[in-house]
């Protein structure tokens, strides 16, 4: 056995915690594909046993599954963030694998519904809204008797914007106003939960990173509102050729978009120790993007 092994494991037996975030019990949604996904591995890597919550179930359990296989700790709640009994049972699940503690919540569902302004349907700007902006706020409500806690014990929330919530995005009038709001649901988390309870609430704005919300439409994925509507995502292959510089990301200092693994890298430096007086706070991670 290596010396590291053996260290493992008298580390396991002594039930030493091992990682920035062992001990932690984390709820990640939207974590069945992307980003979420990448975050779930990075967690669970760090120690936290982590609730894989996402409306597709068969990619929620092979998240979990794959994490656990691999030594980690995770369960699968599949649900709609859209439906309150689901973010009832999230709740109620995430604390019963917590041993009865929720430490960390990762707002992070969501997917697009783009149209421009004078096209643009209540039922796609109030979808986008209750998607981005209701469910974390419902989320957060139902864990409170899990944050309003004094154990001693670190509590984090992190909920994602968007480049388009910061500066706005044409065809994104629905998703910039949800984007945006969130910021605001962050500080006033940060305001009401960290004076009495240490709770630490950030925001983190991605730019363009690759997974399904960014690739080209015509791969013909989508998502189904809880009403049955099938709602395309992606952006269609002629927007993304664009004009001139087409493929150069001339509007990215990095002159790349990022990977998921980079922003759930971004996600886990943010709810670690390391980002222990970081509070509040919109983190753009963006590649320079929109400076
Ligand atoms: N990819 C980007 O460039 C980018 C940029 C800025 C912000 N974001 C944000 O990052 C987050 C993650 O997006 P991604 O790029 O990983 O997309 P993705 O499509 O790869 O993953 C999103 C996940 O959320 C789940 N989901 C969507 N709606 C849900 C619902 N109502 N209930 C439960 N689960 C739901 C999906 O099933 C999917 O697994 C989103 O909030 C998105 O708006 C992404």
């Given amino acids: 056995m290596s010396y590291s092994k053996r260290i493992d494991q008298i580390a396991g037996h002594l039930n030493y ?48 599954q794959q994490i656990n296989e691999s030594g ?6 599949a649900g709609d ?30 997917f697009t519904w783009d149209g421009v302004i004078h096209k643009m349907t209540d039922k796609q700007w109030h979808t986008i809204l209750d998607v981005h902006g209701t469910a974390p706020f419902k989320i957060v ?40 709001g ?3 649901v962050t500080k006033t988390i940060a305001k009401e939960w960290g004076p009495q309870f240490g709770v630490r609430a950030n925001t983190i704005a991605f730019g363009h990173i690759m997974t399904r919300l960014t690739a080209a439409k015509e791969a013909g994925a989508f998502i ?11 952006i269609p292959q002629a927007q993304k050729a664009g004009g001139p510089g087409e493929g150069q990301h001339l509007d990215i200092p ?3 978009p990022g990977t998921a693994t980079e922003a759930a890298s971004a996600i886990l430096a943010v709810a670690s ?12 991670v963006t590649g320079g993007r929109n400076m």
């Fill in 17 to 64: 915690p091992k990682g920035m975030l062992a001990g932690q019990t984390a709820i990640i949604t939207g974590s069945g594909q992307g980003i979420g996904a990448e975050a779930a591995r990075l967690f669970a890597n760090e120690g936290a046993k982590v609730v894989i919550a996402d409306v597709d179930s068969k990619k929620a359990e092979a998240v979990a």
């Fill in 72 to 77: 980690g700790s995770a369960i699968a709640c």
């Fill in 81 to 110: 963030v859209l439906d309150d009994a689901y973010i009832k049972r999230l709740i109620k699940e995430a604390a019963e694998f917590g041993g009865g503690k929720i430490h960390i919540i990762i707002n992070n569902a969501g």
């Fill in 141 to 180: 409500r139902e864990a409170a008797p899990y944050f309003r806690v004094k154990d001693g014990e670190p509590r984090n929330i992190i909920n994602i914007s968007s480049t388009s919530g910061l500066h706005g995005n044409a065809g994104q009038i629905n998703y910039s106003l949800a984007k945006a």
């Fill in 182 to 184: 969130v910021t605001g």
């Fill in 224 to 234: 189904t509102t809880p009403d049955g509507q099938k709602v395309a995502l992606g």
């Fill in 254 to 256: 990095l002159r790349r």
């Fill in 273 to 284: 120790p390391l980002f222990s007086y970081v509070n509040g706070q919109t983190i753009s």
